[in-house]
């Protein structure tokens, strides 16, 4: 089973949200429909786009990469996603090639 770390945005790119799932998809979901525990911060901040993820196949190194990133300032998660997607383009999990 694989984990993800990601990491959402706004259309104003203004809040950086970070977590971990082991379905992104579905996560992503749930995020865009405002449902459950996942679409409460999401859906008050408008905070819908992926644009960072990591895969990890052990849930606890997932976690651990996950509150690495929560206790970093935002210029170092600026840097972090630049390395990936320095555009900040919304990420298509259909389309994406890396």
Known sequence: MSFYVYILTNPA??????????????????????????????????????????ISADAKQAITREKQIKNWARVKKEFLINTLNPSWKPIDLQTWSG
């Not at 971990?20 to 679409?39: F, I």
């Open 13 to 54: 790119r203004t809040v950086l949200y970070t977590r971990v799932t082991n379905n992104l998809e579905r996560r992503l979901h749930e995020h865009s429909q405002g449902l459950g525990e996942a679409g409460k911060f999401t859906g008050c901040y408008q905070c819908n786009l992926l644009i960072y993820f990591e």
